[in-house]
């Protein structure tokens, strides 16, 4: 039985592990840390459990919701979404609502805003290419101040105008035009196979216990049918020879070496890592690539509050300026069994740095003071109310997408080609801005190709539930055609991630496609010609068959269509002069029938797309 070892035991390792369970064949996974889930755990203080972040779990692939409730079942819970946005004092809804904003901004500024969107309708920047211009000139210069800046910023750590304005129209460009229209018509409701369609909007799915539930549920099943997951074991050297991974060897805690052998291996660490740990070393063009790539950091200082509600929000976005944290996660409104106790709330502040940052190498005591101080400072809690508190930093959470990361990606890419034995997944494992859903999706699609299937795992993104869907209807050909290679996709010149890659997906369907699928079009000749036929022979036969039929005055009613038709009457001549004139309005009539029915559906596609894109618009920061 081949055997297979995978490096990593987040989504993507376990997932590939999972998938090979099912495969019949044998995995070992080996894990750094001394708990799985990597950046999806749920972390444990004091009975306290908070994620890294808030891992809402939402995916438009049919194969991983299916995964996730047959990994948890009941425990996976469908919960409420609320998030708002503080800036100066107030709380804005978000997604932002026009009037909400307006009346928390005051009558002056929301005067000033008002001046500053008439300005950027009438007079918008030319240029578009900084991530500022693009929404300056779709909400103003001010709000976007407001309520764009200051958290693209905090996340990204590069000021957004440096930022490329893809990454924002790219969200806007691959809406999907298609579902946007079938729910204005048909409204939503559930998928094919019967899932409730939890919308980004108002719901997602969340473990009863926090995302880490999911991974050890996962770990529990692997080790049920005989799979291993090996902790506190970081993986180091991989050696190799004529293009084989040979065998891999990693450091326990304790400083002790292991070597793990297997026909296949899978890795999830950063790409930099795994490039750097290869015996004997890359050449030293792909050595150079893998350390050319960067990471944002990230860390979190929990407070446990004295108090049972804090706010009611799953998390809020800070733009306040002066206040260095960028998000604050209230885990009790994730799922209530966050805390152990319904008296206390415990709050995650979300803080994105470099490594280098001085914060990151501040004690946690200093930490917690400084979250302390920037909740008071906010008005979110009273000081005295503070109970606890704790950090966890978490390194290379965000794979950057700066201007070269694209070709020191290509010049990776094709070295590990190279291996036959050798298969990268996963966020870091890819360098890609990577949900769970679509990190798991490279395990799985990693796992089958070890049995001989051919997926491109670099090309799986957020378009892949369309991917997924063609795969199973659809034969091996259209399977080839619907996996893009990366080099294909529009990724390379964006400077920070977008989690929408345009491929070969409803963002290219022009809404008068959309329109001949959900409404046959009308051809406006044919429907001319039908009407003209129609009339005109009807005219013609009324007209004979009063004639045959004869009597003292003969089709006096049908006679009144003379000021109507010139020179009809109702008589043998007559009739033909009816058969022409009857045909040739029915024509125009079917005609612009046609064309207007047609013109309407088209209106009412673009005001839907224009709709679509301003709800888009709106929820901007969800993609941050
Ligand atoms: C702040 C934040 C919020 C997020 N929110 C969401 C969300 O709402 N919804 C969502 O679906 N996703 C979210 N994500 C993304 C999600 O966390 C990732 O997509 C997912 O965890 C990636 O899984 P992975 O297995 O590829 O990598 P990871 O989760 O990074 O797991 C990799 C594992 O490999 C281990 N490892 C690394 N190097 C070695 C080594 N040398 N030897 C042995 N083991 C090693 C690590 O310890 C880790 O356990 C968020 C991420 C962040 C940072």
């Not at 910023?153 to 079938?182: H, M, Y």
């Not at 326990?252 to 899978?266: A, K, M, N, Q, Y």
């Not at 944002?296 to 944290?325: A, C, Q, S």
Request: hydrophobic fraction near 40%; include cysteine.
């Amino acid at each position: 039985m081949l055997e297979v070892s995978i490096i990593g035991a987040g989504p993507a390792g376990l997932t590939a592990a999972y998938e090979l369970s099912k495969l019949g064949l044998k995995s070992t996974v080996i894990e750094a840390d001394h708990q799985v889930g990597g950046l999806s755990r749920t972390v444990n203080y004091r009975g306290y459990r908070f994620d890294i972040g808030g891992h809402r779990f939402f995916s438009k692939v049919p194969l991983i919701n299916e995964l996730w409730q047959e990994i948890l079942g009941e425990d996976f819970l469908v919960r409420p979404r609320l998030s708002r946005i503080h800036y100066d004092g107030h709380f804005f809804d978000y997604p932002l609502k026009a009037f909400n904003a307006l009346a928390g901004l005051g009558p002056v500024e929301a005067f000033l805003v008002g001046l500053s969107y008439t300005k950027a309708k009438l007079f918008p920047s030319e240029e578009e290419t900084t991530f500022e211009q693009w929404v300056s000139n779709r909400f103003g210069h001010r709000l976007y101040r407001i309520f764009f800046k200051t958290y693209t910023e905090k996340v990204w750590g590069i000021p957004c105008t440096e930022i490329s304005a893809d990454w924002a129209a790219q969200r806007i460009k691959n809406l999907s035009l298609s579902e946007a229209i079938r729910n204005a018509l048909f409204g939503s409701g559930r998928t094919k196979n019967g899932q409730i369609i939890t919308t980004l909007i108002d719901n997602f799915y969340y473990p009863r216990l926090g995302p880490g539930m999911m991974w050890e549920r996962c770990k529990e099943l692997l080790a049920a049918r005989g799979h291993e997951t090996i902790h506190e074991t970081r993986v180091e050297k991989i050696r190799h020879r004529h293009g084989r991974v040979e065998c891999i060897y990693g450091k326990t805690f304790s400083g002790e070496l292991v070597e793990f052998g297997g026909d296949h291996f899978l890795s999830t660490m950063p790409l930099r890592e795994l490039i750097q740990a290869l015996d004997p070393a890359p050449p030293e063009e792909v050595l150079q690539a893998a350390k050319n790539l960067r990471y944002r950091d990230y860390l979190t200082v929990v407070l446990i509050v004295r108090r049972e509600t804090v706010f009611p929000d799953n998390w809020i976005y800070i733009h306040t300026p002066g206040v260095k944290m960028g998000r604050i996660q209230n885990y009790k409104n994730w799922s209530p069994e966050m805390v152990p106790d319904p008296t206390r709330t415990s709050l995650g502040l979300e803080y994105f740095l470099w490594d280098k940052d001085e914060e990151w190498n501040w004690s946690n005591d200093r930490l917690i003071e400084l979250g302390i101080r920037e909740c008071a400072q906010i008005g979110l809690i009273d000081p005295t109310e503070i109970e606890d508190g704790t950090v966890v930093r978490m390194k290379k959470a965000y794979p950057v997408y700066d201007q070269k990361y694209y070709e020191n990606l290509a010049i990776l890419r094709q070295y590990l080609e190279t291996f036959s034995n050798l298969q990268t997944i996963g966020r870091n494992g890819l360098h890609r801005y990577n949900n769970q859903d679509h990190s798991m999706l490279t395990g799985i699609y990693a796992a089958r190709n070890i049995v001989g299937e051919k997926y491109d795992v670099w090309s799986v993104n957020t378009e892949m539930e369309y991917h997924e869907e063609s795969r199973v209807e659809k034969t091996e050909t259209s399977k080839k055609k619907v996996f893009s290679k990366v080099g294909d996709t529009t990724l390379g010149d964006r400077q920070v991630p977008t989690r929408i890659v345009p491929a070969t997906t409803a963002s290219h369907i022009s809404p008068d496609e959309i329109i001949e699928a959900v409404f046959a079009k009308l051809d406006p000749l044919a429907l001319g010609t039908a009407v003209g036929i129609v009339s005109g022979l009807s005219l013609f036969l009324a007209t004979i068959i009063l004639l045959l039929k004869g009597g003292f005055v003969v089709g006096p009613n049908l006679s009144l269509l003379r000021h109507y038709f010139l020179g009809f009457r109702v008589t043998w001549s007559g009739a033909f002069i009816g058969l022409v004139e009857a045909g040739i309005g029915g024509f125009i009539l079917g005609y612009l029938i046609a064309w207007l029915r047609n013109w309407g559906m088209r209106a009412y596609a673009f005001l839907l797309k224009k709709r679509a894109e301003a709800e888009a618009q709106r929820r901007l920061l969800d993609d941050v």
